[in-house]
């Protein structure tokens, strides 16, 4: 599974961003994608995952309303908006491929390489 993850970039507090993570036609479709995140010094944490369906949506704790994941099939693409970054943010993003909504979460299949976010105060 190829996935190709983009949309990173420097940011202030409060800025939005909007993450991408395309995958081969092949491979796409069969998969729940989620996002994770790695900060500097710290281990890689769960962002958020979307079924096969494109329902079965969750997120981590620390979104509080602020994500939305949402995948355009059309595009063999997953998104990641973020609204109301803070510096907290900061980290590289990289999307994942899984055989469910639930398993991705915790045992991703495949990575793709990451985008890196910074959100300056």
């Known amino acids: 599974v190829q996935l190709q993850a983009s949309g990173g970039g420097l940011v202030e507090a409060g800025a939005s961003l909007r993450l991408s993570c395309v995958g081969s036609?092949?491979?796409?479709?069969?998969?729940?994608m989620a996002w994770f995140r790695q900060a500097p010094g710290k281990e890689r944490e769960f962002v958020a995952a979307i079924g096969l369906d494109g329902g079965t949506i969750s997120y981590g704790h620390f979104v509080n309303g602020r994500f939305k994941i949402s995948r355009e099939y059309a595009q063999n693409t997953v998104y990641l908006q973020m609204d109301n970054l803070q510096p907290e943010d900061t980290a590289v993003y990289y999307c994942?491929?899984?055989?469910?909504?639930?398993?991705?979460?915790?045992?991703?299949?495949?990575w793709g390489r990451g985008t890196l976010v910074t959100v300056s105060s």
């Open positions: 036609a092949r491979t796409f479709t069969p998969y729940a």
């Open positions: 994942a491929a899984g055989i469910s909504a639930v398993v991705v979460r915790s045992r991703p299949n495949y």
